[in-house]
């Protein structure tokens, strides 16, 4: 059975930190393409970050300097940590894995369940 489970989330005053986990099982982590999305009620699902396989982490522009993106493959998990929180980071974050398509093997994608994040004074 696949699945991504996010943790981490909460309630943050503006100018904090958090540090998000997701840890994954079902499938071979360690060859995928992970990454955090985010969303809030009316707006589209944005990414925020990806990491690649050999660790090479993309973000988007509005969370850059700001956020960091990590992995560790032997233990199935990716890290969002998240500096200088402003109430416009609010939203739900998942986690996402995407086995990108091969000429053998049909692309697959996971998708978590999410885990709220409040940045709120």
């Known amino acids: 059975q696949v699945q991504l489970v996010e943790s981490g989330g909460g309630l943050v005053q503006p100018g904090g930190s958090l540090t998000l986990s997701c840890a994954a099982s079902?499938?071979?982590?360690?060859?995928?393409?992970v990454g955090w999305y985010r969303q809030t009620p009316g707006k589209q699902r944005e990414l925020v970050a990806t990491?690649?396989?050999?660790?090479?982490?993309n973000y988007a522009d509005s969370v850059k300097g700001r956020f960091t993106i990590s992995r560790i493959n032997a233990k199935n998990t990716v890290y969002l940590q998240m500096n200088s929180l402003q109430p416009e980071d609010t939203a739900v974050y998942y986690c996402?894995?995407?086995?990108?398509?091969?000429?053998?093997?049909?692309?697959?994608?996971?998708w978590g369940q999410g885990t709220q994040v409040t940045i709120s004074s």
């Open positions: 079902g499938f071979t982590f360690s060859t995928y393409l």
């Open positions: 990491i690649t396989s050999s660790g090479s982490p």
């Open positions: 996402n894995a995407d086995s990108l398509r091969t000429i053998t093997l049909s692309r697959r994608v996971f």
